[in-house]
C-alpha cells in the first residue's frame, strides 16, 4: 500500500487540515492519488458545521465504503468525526478507523503501519491546484454564538506562531501561489495570545515578502475591527480591499439570542468609517434568517438593513438547529417553509443589488488572477471577488495563462459574475 485518496469536505480550514496531512504522509512514501479506485487507503475529512454538512459527509462515507474490499481502509477524521464518532462507528461498521480534530501524527501513525510505502519518481498528486491557498493563522474560538458548536469541536482559540505562518507563506510563494488568504475562525483575535503582536502586524510582514501576490482576509469578528486594521488594509498594496465581517444579524434581540456582539446602529457606523477611509473596499457579510423566536417583524428590518447599507457581497444561511449548542434550547423555532421563504426574498433583494453594483464596473480596468482555462474561456477574479464564495470574471480568450496576473476590462455585468476583456 503505497496511495491514499482523500476527500476534504467543509470549510477551507479543513481543506488547510487535509493539506498539511497529505504533506505528512507524503514525507512517509505515502502519495495522493485523486483516483479512490487506484487507492489503498480512503479518507474522509468531514463537516459537522450545520445539518446539511453532516448529511453530505454522512452520504460520502457511505460511497466510498461502496468501494472498500478487504485490502482497502476506510479512514474518517475531521468535526463530524470528533462530535458523533461512536454513532458513526456504530452506524458505518466499514468505518476502519476514526479520529477527530489535530489528530494527523496518530493517522500517519496508522497509515504508516497498514501501508508498504511506495518508491515512486512520479510528481506526486496534489490536493488542490489553485493559484490561490488559504492560510491558516489560529485554530480554534472562544466566542459563545449560541448556534455554533465549533469550540466544542476545535477548543479555545489560540494563534499559531507568527514564525511558523511566516514559513508557510514564504514556501507558498515560492510555489507560485498569487493569493494568500488568510482564515481562522476569527481572524481579528490573532495575537491577543501572544506578546505585542497583532493581526496588523502579521499582514505587514507577510506583505514585505517578496513576490507579485494578493492577500485577503476572512472571517473579521465586527466588534473586534480597529482602526488600526483599517488603515493597515487601507495602505498595503498587496491587501485586498475586501473585508469580509459576518454580522448574522442587525436586531438587538436576535443578537442577543445569538450571543453575538455589536448591534444596528454599531454596525451602520463601522461600515460609513470603513467606506471614508477605503472608498474602493468591498464588503462581503453572512446572514441568520430563522433563528428561534425571528419574528416577521426582526426580519423585515433586517432586510431593509440590507438594502440601506448595499452590501458588495450577502451571503445567507438559514438557521440550522444543531445539537449541543444553546440556542438548540430555545424556544420558538421557526418552521421551515417560513425560513425558506425569508431565504428567498433576502437573496432577491441582494441579487438586484449585486446587479445594481456590478454594472458599476462595466467600462472600467482591474487587475485580475487567472483561476483556470475551461472550454477556451478564462476564469478569474479581480480584488472583490474571493474565491469560491464570490462571483468570477468570464474572459473569452485562452491565450493567457492559469495563476498569471492580468489586466481586464469589464464590459457585461450579470447578477453576480461579469464578463471582460483582457487590456494591455
Same mark, same amino acid.
Given at each position: 500500500?503505497?496511495?491514499?485518496?482523500?476527500?476534504?469536505?467543509?470549510?477551507?480550514?479543513?481543506?488547510?487540515?487535509?493539506?498539511?496531512?497529505?504533506?505528512?504522509?507524503?514525507?512517509?512514501?505515502?502519495?495522493?492519488?485523486?483516483?479512490?479506485?487506484?487507492?489503498?487507503?480512503?479518507?474522509?475529512?468531514?463537516?459537522?458545521?450545520?445539518?446539511?454538512?453532516?448529511?453530505?459527509?454522512?452520504?460520502?462515507?457511505?460511497?466510498?465504503?461502496?468501494?472498500?474490499?478487504?485490502?482497502?481502509?476506510?479512514?474518517?477524521?475531521?468535526?463530524?468525526?470528533?462530535?458523533?464518532?461512536?454513532?458513526?462507528?456504530?452506524? &458505518?461498521?466499514?468505518?476502519?478507523?476514526?479520529?477527530?480534530?489535530?489528530?494527523?501524527?496518530?493517522?500517519?501513525?496508522?497509515?504508516?503501519?497498514?501501508?508498504?510505502?511506495?518508491?515512486?519518481?512520479?510528481?506526486?498528486?496534489?490536493?488542490?491546484?489553485?493559484?490561490?491557498?488559504?492560510?491558516?493563522?489560529?485554530?480554534?474560538?472562544?466566542?459563545?454564538?449560541?448556534?455554533?458548536? &465549533?469550540?466544542?469541536?476545535?477548543?479555545?482559540?489560540?494563534?499559531?506562531?507568527?514564525?511558523?505562518?511566516?514559513?508557510?507563506?514564504?514556501?507558498?510563494?515560492?510555489?507560485?501561489?498569487?493569493?494568500?488568504?488568510?482564515?481562522?475562525?476569527?481572524?481579528?483575535?490573532?495575537?491577543?495570545?501572544?506578546?505585542?503582536?497583532?493581526?496588523?502586524?502579521?499582514?505587514?510582514?507577510?506583505?514585505?515578502?517578496?513576490?507579485?501576490?494578493?492577500?485577503?482576509?476572512?472571517?473579521?469578528?465586527?466588534?473586534?475591527?480597529?482602526?488600526?486594521? &483599517?488603515?493597515?488594509?487601507?495602505?498595503?498594496?498587496?491587501?485586498?480591499?475586501?473585508?469580509?465581517?459576518?454580522?448574522?444579524?442587525?436586531?438587538?434581540?436576535?443578537?442577543?439570542?445569538?450571543?453575538?456582539?455589536?448591534?444596528?446602529?454599531?454596525?451602520?457606523?463601522?461600515?460609513?468609517?470603513?467606506?471614508?477611509?477605503?472608498?474602493?473596499?468591498?464588503?462581503?457579510?453572512?446572514?441568520?434568517?430563522?433563528?428561534?423566536?425571528?419574528?416577521?417583524?426582526?426580519?423585515?428590518?433586517?432586510?431593509?438593513?440590507?438594502?440601506?447599507?448595499?452590501?458588495?457581497?450577502?451571503?445567507?444561511?438559514?438557521?440550522?438547529?444543531?445539537?449541543?449548542?444553546?440556542?438548540?434550547?430555545?424556544?420558538?423555532?421557526? %418552521?421551515?417553509?417560513?425560513?425558506?421563504?425569508?431565504?428567498?426574498?433576502?437573496?432577491?433583494?441582494? %441579487?438586484?443589488?449585486?446587479?445594481?453594483?456590478?454594472?458599476?464596473?462595466?467600462?472600467?480596468?482591474?487587475?485580475?488572477?487567472?483561476?483556470?482555462?475551461?472550454?477556451?474561456?478564462?476564469?478569474?477574479?479581480?480584488?472583490?471577488?474571493?474565491?469560491?464564495?464570490?462571483?468570477?470574471?468570464?474572459?473569452?480568450? %485562452?491565450?493567457?495563462?492559469?495563476?498569471?496576473?492580468?489586466?481586464?476590462?469589464?464590459?457585461?455585468?450579470?447578477?453576480?459574475?461579469?464578463?471582460?476583456?483582457?487590456?494591455?
Amino acid at each position: 500500500m503505497g496511495k491514499v485518496s482523500l476527500l476534504s469536505l467543509g470549510c477551507p480550514k479543513n481543506l488547510v487540515d487535509s493539506e498539511k496531512l497529505l504533506n505528512k504522509l507524503e514525507k512517509k512514501g505515502i502519495f495522493y492519488s485523486s483516483n479512490p479506485d487506484e487507492s489503498d487507503i480512503l479518507i474522509i475529512n468531514t463537516c459537522g458545521f450545520i445539518e446539511s454538512a453532516k448529511k453530505e459527509s454522512i452520504e460520502e462515507i457511505l460511497k466510498l465504503s461502496k468501494l472498500k474490499g478487504k485490502n482497502k481502509k476506510l479512514l474518517v477524521f475531521g468535526c463530524l468525526a470528533k462530535r458523533h464518532g461512536e454513532d458513526l462507528k456504530r452506524e &458505518i461498521p466499514e468505518i476502519d478507523a476514526l479520529w477527530g480534530v489535530g489528530d494527523d501524527d496518530k493517522i500517519v501513525d496508522y497509515c504508516s503501519k497498514i501501508s508498504t510505502k511506495s518508491i515512486t519518481t512520479e510528481t506526486a498528486e496534489k490536493l488542490t491546484e489553485t493559484p490561490y491557498a488559504y492560510l491558516k493563522i489560529a485554530e480554534g474560538c472562544d466566542k459563545k454564538c449560541s448556534y455554533c458548536v &465549533i469550540p466544542q469541536i476545535r477548543g479555545g482559540f489560540h494563534s499559531i506562531p507568527s514564525e511558523v505562518i511566516l514559513e508557510e507563506a514564504k514556501g507558498l510563494i515560492q510555489s507560485g501561489k498569487k493569493e494568500l488568504i488568510l482564515i481562522a475562525q476569527d481572524i481579528t483575535e490573532y495575537g491577543t495570545d501572544l506578546k505585542d503582536y497583532d493581526l496588523s502586524r502579521l499582514i505587514r510582514d507577510i506583505a514585505s515578502l517578496e513576490g507579485d501576490f494578493w492577500i485577503r482576509l476572512l472571517y473579521l469578528y465586527p466588534t473586534s475591527i480597529t482602526d488600526e486594521l &483599517i488603515e493597515t488594509i487601507a495602505t498595503e498594496d498587496k491587501v485586498c480591499n475586501y473585508i469580509d465581517m459576518p454580522l448574522q444579524h442587525s436586531e438587538k434581540q436576535m443578537l442577543e439570542l445569538m450571543g453575538r456582539g455589536g448591534s444596528r446602529s454599531y454596525f451602520e457606523k463601522l461600515i460609513a468609517k470603513i467606506r471614508h477611509i477605503i472608498p474602493d473596499v468591498n464588503i462581503r457579510t453572512t446572514l441568520i434568517v430563522g433563528f428561534p423566536q425571528e419574528t416577521d417583524t426582526e426580519f423585515n428590518a433586517m432586510v431593509k438593513f440590507a438594502q440601506r447599507i448595499k452590501f458588495d457581497r450577502l451571503g445567507v444561511f438559514t438557521y440550522s438547529k444543531e445539537d449541543g449548542s444553546t440556542a438548540c434550547k430555545l424556544k420558538g423555532q421557526v %418552521s421551515k417553509k417560513i425560513k425558506a421563504e425569508r431565504f428567498n426574498k433576502i437573496m432577491t433583494v441582494q %441579487s438586484e443589488i449585486s446587479l445594481e453594483k456590478n454594472k458599476r464596473l462595466v467600462g472600467k480596468s482591474f487587475k485580475a488572477l487567472i483561476d483556470d482555462i475551461e472550454d477556451n474561456i478564462a476564469v478569474a477574479r479581480i480584488y472583490s471577488q474571493a474565491p469560491e464564495i464570490d462571483g468570477v470574471v468570464l474572459i473569452h480568450d %485562452s491565450s493567457v495563462e492559469k495563476g498569471c496576473f492580468v489586466n481586464v476590462k469589464i464590459e457585461e455585468a450579470y447578477d453576480y459574475d461579469l464578463k471582460g476583456s483582457i487590456v494591455t
